[in-house]
Structures are given as C-alpha cells and as structure tokens.
C-alpha cells in the first residue's frame, strides 16, 4: 500500500492548494496539517512505551498516523492556534510547549522531508550561503556582511563599484505595506551608517547585469527561468517588486553550473531550493542567494516549467510499496 | 503583539472583509523575518532607508474548506488554487506576507 503525503503547512498556502491538487489528480493520498491553527484546530499525540511509540494527528476530521506516512512537504511549524484570552505569559508557555510538541516530528520518522526543517533552518543565512557558494566554486559578488560601522566605510573606499544593501531577513510589520529591497549605498544612506551596529547587514558589490535567473530545484531536477529585469528601469536593481511587468523564459543552464548547484544543494542537505543569479554581459554566472523556502507559483505560470508536478514526483516516490 | 500574532490576525484580515484584498506585491515578504522584532522596535535602524512599496496585487474572497484542505470560493466552494494557468493568481505567492512560501 502507498504512504502518505503529509504537507505541513498553513491554512493559506496557494502552492499547497496547487500541490493537493495534483496528488488528488494522480490518486496520491495526501495529506494537509495546518499546523498555524494547532493546537487549538488540531490534536497531536505521542505514544511511548518499552513495546512501541506511537504519533498521530487529526487535523480537518481526518486520523493520520505518522507511521503512515512516506514524504512531508513542510512549509510551516509556528504553532499559532491559541485562545485569545490567554494571558501573555500564558500564552509564551502554550507556545514552547506546542513548539516543543511539534519538533519531535523531526526525529521520529525516516520520512523524506522537503526540506527538512533543521538543514532549511541552517541553509538560510545569507553568509553560510556565499561561504557554500565559493567553495563549490561559484561566482560571488565581493560582499561584507557586518555591524560594524567603519568595516562598512572601509569596504566602500576600497571598492571601485557602487555598492548595494540587503537584509539577512524580510522585517514583518516595519512600515505596513512596505518591504525591504536591496537598494544602492548612496552618500546620504551612507551618513547613516553608525546605525548599522543594531542590525547587521549585507554590503555588495553591485554587479553589472544582462539579465537574471530563477532557479528552482528539486532533487536532482533544475527548472531555470530567464528574467529580463533589465528591460525596465525601475527593475534594473531589484526585480521583486515589479515581477508582473517583466518578461520570462525557461532556458538550458550550462551543465558546469547546474552541477555546481547541485553540489551546493548537497552541502545544505536540500531538497528544494530557489536560486538567484546574475548573468552578467560577458557572460558570468553569478550566485546571489538560495531561497530553502523560495515561491515558484508565478514562475511555473509565466513559464510553463512544471514545478508542482516535480514536487509531486519528488513526495510520491519514497511512499510507492 | 509577537508575529505569530500577527500571522493570525493578517490571516483573519485577508479572508475576512471584502471581495477584493490588496497585497504587498513583492517576493520575498517573509513569515518569519528574523529581524522583525528588532526593526519593528526602533526608528533608527539602518534598514528603514531601503523599504519601499511593492506591487499591489488582488486576490478574490475565499475561504477555508476543511473537507478539500484548500481555499474555495465562499460562493461557489470551487477551489481558487487548482490549476497554475492564471499570473493574477499565481503571484501572489510572490507577495503574500502570510504565505508560508517566502523569498527573503
């Protein structure tokens, strides 16, 4: 008999909806925890003894026992499902306690994770990527991540380029609507500086583009899409923002490159990665970031490249008989 | 309010109101932003200079539907989500902050 496909996520995950949809197309069971809503939408309970040991979960009216399980798909573990009288310290307990309850999931099964959550955890700092990065021997963009201040003056007297900021992480809530993007180091930013010591950040070289890439991989399978960021000129630095008004392709990656990305994937122990590059006008291949949780939604539909059957692929084959 | 919170709250916010729901259309507004908490306290961080506005986006009504396990239209109980073949739909994985699939 077939495992099952447990995906661990949220109430609202689109590209869980897409998943589910086409597991239930090829006759997969399938699973959905939404564990944003445990504990108090969802049961979980472990039980040990010298004999046995024993999980399961009922989520949405349905009994899954985790040793039914062949391959999660995890997305989300915050739990966040409280009672809204619960006091503030109450309510700090309820949540390391639920924590504590989920993170056995880890460890009691020989499921396929995608991707498991300690190797995603560690896959996404920024200077474990571009240390990664050089040693499968990628191209990196000379780069200084620090609080320090005068590190950061001393980088941009020594540079020859224009130099651009990034975050190590995306702030919630900063300025509602608002979001961080990598912006250039003008002269007037650069006199804020000394502000740098509360929150350490990405200093860059600016790297002269052609184009961009999104690379979506899954196992061993690469999905590469060719965005033409510099067509429009607001777009030219950072093509978040106005990814609806650009062009994509899916394209070839040259084999030397896929192969390194590969070997990078392997370093942190991922399943799935989203990567990042600039391929410059002469023709380099430079590594940015790899997203462990990268979105590929808008990717597939404005490619065609078939992400979410990859993934389903990827998630059924461990739990065939 | 911690971020978990926040989650459920902007979760509350986007299935709760009217038909129409903009969102911050960029990718990479993460559910778990590391450095939220220290950027949310103080107006004198360094990153404050380099927010900026995404893309507004919409999405359509929708609600939960236990028995499928995925968002339906309220109305119809038609899934939203079921087939990757419309951008309007398909990116707002690349600009929801509530989403569980995020680019830093």
């Not at chain 1, 399978?221 to 609806?244: C, G, T, V, Y």
Request: aromatic share 10%; with cysteine; proline share 6%.
């Amino acid at each position: 008999m077939m495992k099952t496909i447990l995906l661990i996520t949220a109430r609202f995950d689109p590209a869980a909806d897409l998943l589910l949809a086409e597991l239930r197309r090829r006759g997969a069971p399938c699973a959905r925890w939404n564990t944003d809503h445990f504990p108090l939408d969802s049961v979980l309970t472990y039980q040990a003894s010298n004999s046995e040991f024993r999980a399961q979960f009922v989520s949405d009216d349905r009994k899954i026992d985790f040793a039914a399980i062949g391959s999660v798909w995890w997305q989300w573990d915050l739990p966040a499902g409280f009672p809204a009288e619960l006091g503030v310290e109450e309510r700090r307990f309820a949540e390391t306690e639920s924590q504590l309850a989920l993170a056995a999931l880890t460890t009691i099964g020989d499921f396929l994770w995608i991707n498991h959550p300690k190797q995603e955890r560690s896959a996404k700092s920024k200077p474990a990527q571009l240390f990664a990065a050089r040693q499968v021997g990628l191209d990196i963009p000379r780069t200084l991540v620090t609080n320090d201040p005068d590190a950061v003056r001393q980088f941009v007297a020594g540079s020859g380029a224009q130099i651009v900021y990034k975050g190590l992480s995306q702030p919630r809530d900063v300025e509602p609507g608002k979001a961080l993007f990598t912006g250039l180091l003008t002269r007037e930013r650069l006199a804020q500086i000394d502000r740098i010591r509360f929150t350490p950040g990405i200093f860059q070289e600016r790297v002269e583009k052609s184009h961009e890439l999104r690379v979506t991989v899954i196992g061993s399978r690469i999905f590469s899409a060719k965005i033409e960021s510099q067509a429009l000129a607001q777009a030219a630095l950072d093509w978040r923002p106005f990814l609806q008004d650009l062009k994509y392709e899916a394209i070839q990656l040259p084999p030397e490159i896929e192969a390194k990305i590969l070997a990078l994937m392997k370093i942190f122990g991922l399943v799935y990665g989203a990567f990042d590059f600039i391929v410059t006008p002469d023709g380099r291949y430079v590594f940015l970031e790899v997203n462990p949780s990268g979105q590929y939604m808008w990717i597939e539909c404005a490619t065609g490249l078939e992400i979410t059957a990859a993934l389903a692929d990827a998630l059924m084959a461990p739990c065939r008989p | 309010m911690s971020r978990l919170e926040g989650t459920i709250m902007n979760a509350k916010r986007i299935f709760s109101t009217n038909f129409v729901q903009l969102l911050l259309g960029i990718v990479g507004v993460g559910v778990v932003g590391g450095a939220a908490g220290t950027a949310q306290a103080s107006n004198d961080i360094f990153a404050r200079q380099f927010l900026n506005k995404g893309a507004a986006m919409t999405i359509p009504k929708m609600v939960y539907c236990p028995r499928l396990q995925v968002m339906v239209d309220p109305l119809t109980r038609q899934p939203i989500y079921e087939k990757n073949n419309n951008m309007q739909l398909a990116k707002v994985t690349a600009g929801c902050s509530d989403c569980p699939k995020y680019d830093d």
